[in-house]
């Protein structure tokens, strides 16, 4: 089982698709919590050039709480990170974790339709870019 699922998109710029994704993830009744600029945060803490590479900190909040309801612990496993990449080809990937993949790690079943439940929407969120 893979542990994320992806898109690459081309014909937009990177910041394009960060916008489409933010978009797209509302749509399904995330927000972004935190983003954290890997190109940025490489060069000022280590003086490396990396390319273009967002990790967006997705939630859910009706899903966070009921997960969180079930098992204090998941907290772990949240936010749900959905990547935007600069490929070198100068397209874009989008990349999402896979809760159900993350799931099966903590081995408690009734987490299971809420994470598949997430999964349907993250993929709905990859699958709608364009």
């Known amino acids: 089982m893979t542990y994320y699922f992806s898109k690459t998109i081309t014909g937009k710029s990177f910041d394009q698709v960060i916008a489409l994704v933010t978009e797209e ?17 490489f060069k000022k803490k280590i003086d490396v050039d990396f390319r273009k590479y967002k990790i967006l900190g997705a939630c859910h909040p009706q899903f966070a709480h009921k997960i969180l309801m079930t098992d204090d612990k998941i907290g772990v496993f949240l936010p749900c990170n959905v990547v935007v990449q600069e490929l070198p080809s100068g397209s874009i ?35 709608n870019i364009h």
């Open 93 to 127: 990937e989008v990349f999402a974790v896979d809760p159900v993949a993350s799931m099966i790690a903590v081995k408690n079943d009734s987490l299971m339709d809420i994470a598949t439940q997430v999964q349907q929407k993250l993929k709905t969120v990859v699958g």
């Open 25 to 41: 993830l509302k749509k399904q009744g995330f927000g972004v919590v935190t983003e954290i600029d890997m190109k940025e945060t």
